[in-house]
């Protein structure tokens, strides 16, 4: 029989068990192909387009790189996006309340991020092909 002070401790193994049920490696997503003739400007354009669509917000657009932070409820995420006409690389900066974590070498984060990067893709993908239709 388990003595009533000891049971709390059969909690923790769960607890844990549920926070990694909750996450998800960190990997910075693979660069998006710029559609030929887009110039920076356009793919620039583009970007901000793409991504202000699910609520992203530019804090910085300068140089071939723009900050962007995504504020859901008491999560933010922050992500900075290279790019020139060739290609558009979205990366991880920062966050707040998304389960962050390095171990062993290997970054992890909230599910729901990897989930928001996704669209961050496809964003920028459809915003780009748009721009580069626009464009002709």
Known sequence: MIRPHF??????????????????????????????????KDVSKAIRSGIAQRGWVVSKDEGGKIDAVLNLREHT??????????????????????????????????????KWMQNVVTDISRALQVASIQHE
């Open 77 to 114: 995420a922050r992500i900075a996006i290279a790019y020139d006409a060739k290609q558009v690389r979205p990366a991880y900066v920062s966050s707040d309340n998304l389960l962050y974590q390095e171990k062993k070498g290997a970054r992890y984060i909230h599910r729901n991020y990897v």
């Open 7 to 40: 049971s709390h401790l059969l909690l923790i193994p769960v607890a844990l068990l549920l926070m990694g049920a909750r996450t998800a490696p960190l990997v910075d997503p693979d660069p998006i192909a710029v559609p030929a003739g887009l110039s920076v």
